[in-house]
């Protein structure tokens, strides 16, 4: 057992590498990128340290490119599932006692891991396996996931520090316990970051757990794994699991030691989750923790006194980065009369400037969307608009999965604001716009906040003080991350803590100590030094 008041490392930020032109890091990681995409991998289950193969296999293949198999995964039975959750709890008994410094170091050690030997293995895979240009993998599968590493041990020591006040006849003092029983951690495939965060924050706060990636992240969950295990990371602590999401959540939510849920992906499936866990409310051994990020139909709003220049660039950045395939893609602007015609033009040779193919040519800045069924979706969304008199498509429009998902950066402009495009998330690379009459600034921060159920992130674009200062009372329960002059996505760990309201979520703040105290149970314990003897008080006295 160790001995003091330790402080942990200051955390800080990651600097992002430019990967330019004859840069080391460019070439290190084209490099391993190369020798991915000539190989194939197998991924089997990971349940109490060991690597699990079931021979029931799915093949993988990068979007871009989903003719070329490289590697295969396994998948899970009930009773691997099973397995998992019995492993969790017993390794409970020993990793929820470890000292909180030993957990640090673990989580410390995986950050600097990512930041040096499995840099370019990370970025690589996110790149091929999530058709991510190099500076897309860079800032989420090493730059935000070691924020995240490095940020929640720090927030974790703030955590503990928070103490009740004590007199000089008792002390008082909160333990902050992991959660009893196992958590389950189900993450998205947009984001590296976050399918490593999402079960790392749990276990670093003394708990255990069970995950299912998305079966389109499967690649570079294998990297995470393999970091969290060089790490230190017991077998145990966190198992992984991949295979059919209803078989794999009814099981886990059977159970009557089940007493968390992180979850980041779709509402409706997080809303039947939330359904599913008070359906078996009376079966848990406590109340479970329910915390999600989940969709978003995120706005960029444009005063008249606007610069043009950068009311386009934000639609451009926020709409396009990443294929639109981020919660946080602006998908719907409003613009007035008087911007229109400067942004337009602007807008139109932005993205008539875009290289579109595989992230392995890195002049490209789009590639290719996650799979079929996103492709389809977003090609009859496209289609519709073409034939609908209400819409225009002013740039983009085409779309080509031949060979790679490959839908064309498409912008929408409708005379309709409740246009389909304007309210339904679509997760792609379309944004529909809306031009308003400048003088009815008001009732479109209301039209705004009233479009969409969501409300996760937007931005208000102005030089005018005023302007912004309506917006952002009048858009206060319209997103959980609100931008002035700037695009709506981007956040930085331990800058802009993440998460929103409404059907986006329960806006519990990815990087922030907010969202891991979700992951404790205080016990609060006083201590008497000394101890009455007698019952009376003295108002009892004659």
């Known amino acids: 057992m160790g001995k003091g008041f330790f402080n942990v490392p200051v955390a800080v930020n990651e600097p992002v590498k430019s990967y330019a032109p004859g840069t080391p890091e460019r070439e290190a990681v084209l490099e391993t990128y190369k020798e991915m995409f000539n190989s194939k991998i197998n991924v089997p289950l990971y349940i109490n340290g060991k690597n699990i193969e079931t021979g ?50 673990i989580f410390l050690k995986a950050a600097e891991l990512i930041a040096g030997p499995y840099r370019a293995k990370i970025n690589a895979a996110t790149m091929m396996a999530q058709s991510k240009t190099i500076h897309q993998a860079e800032i989420d599968a090493a730059c935000e996931f070691i924020d995240f590493l490095r940020f929640n041990v720090q927030f974790m020591t703030d955590i503990y520090m928070e103490q009740p006040e004590s007199t000089s006849d008792a002390w008082n003092r909160v333990e902050y316990r992991p959660l009893e029983g196992f958590t389950y951690a189900v993450t998205p495939f947009n984001f590296t970051a976050i399918a490593g965060n999402l079960p790392a924050c749990m276990a670093l706060m003394g708990n255990v757990v069970v995950w299912k990636p998305s079966d389109s992240q499967v690649y570079s969950a294998k990297v995470i794994m393999d970091v969290f295990e060089e790490a230190g990371v017991p077998p145990g602590v966190i198992n992984v699991v991949f295979g059919d999401p209803v078989m794999i959540t009814n099981t886990v939510l059977a159970s009557p030691d089940f007493s968390g849920l992180h979850f980041t992906g779709s509402t409706f499936i997080f809303k039947e ?8 409310i009376h079966n848990y051994k406590t109340y479970p923790r329910i ?40 998908s719907r602007a409003y613009i007035p009369t008087s ?50 008199a209400n819409a225009e498509i002013i740039v983009g429009g085409n ?45 479109t921060l209301k039209l705004v906040d009233e479009t969409s159920e969501y409300a996760l992130t937007g931005a208000i674009i102005s030089k005018d003080r005023y302007a912004v200062t309506q917006a952002t009372e009048a858009l206060q329960n319209a997103a959980g991350n609100f931008y002035i002059n700037d695009k709506p996505t981007g956040a930085v760990v331990g800058q802009q803590p993440f998460g929103g309201a409404r059907a986006s979520g329960t806006n519990d703040k990815a990087g922030s100590a907010q969202n891991l105290l979700r992951w404790v149970s205080p016990r609060m314990i006083k201590e008497t030094f000394v101890t009455p003897t007698d019952y009376r008080y003295p108002f009892l006295g004659e």
């Open 56 to 105: 029931n296999t799915r093949t993988m293949s990068p979007p871009h490119d989903h003719k070329h198999s490289v590697g295969t995964y396994h998948l899970a039975e009930k009773s691997h599932i099973d397995d998992a959750i019995s492993t969790a709890l017993e390794a409970r008994k020993s990793w929820s006692l470890m000292p909180w410094e030993q957990r640090a170091a």
């Open 273 to 280: 989750l939330w359904k599913q866990i008070g359906n078996n």
């Open 291 to 330: 915390v999600g990020e989940t969709g978003g139909k995120d706005f960029v709003v444009a005063h008249k006194s606007a610069n043009p220049e950068h009311v386009a660039t934000a639609i451009v950045r926020g709409a396009f980065e990443f294929q639109g395939q981020k919660c946080s893609a602006a």
């Open 339 to 388: 911007l229109w015609s400067d942004v337009k033009s602007k807008v139109i040779k932005d993205v008539k400037s875009f290289k579109m193919g595989s992230p392995e040519d890195m002049s490209n800045f789009i590639t290719a969307v996650i799979h079929e069924g996103s492709f389809d979706k977003l090609a009859k969304y496209i289609d519709q608009a073409k034939a609908d």
């Open 399 to 443: 779309h080509d999965k031949s060979k790679g998902y490959f839908i064309e950066p498409t912008v929408i402009v409708t005379t309709d604001p409740k246009y389909t495009t304007m309210c339904t998330e679509l997760f792609g690379p379309v944004i529909t716009i809306y031009v308003y009459e400048d003088d009815a600034y008001a009732d």
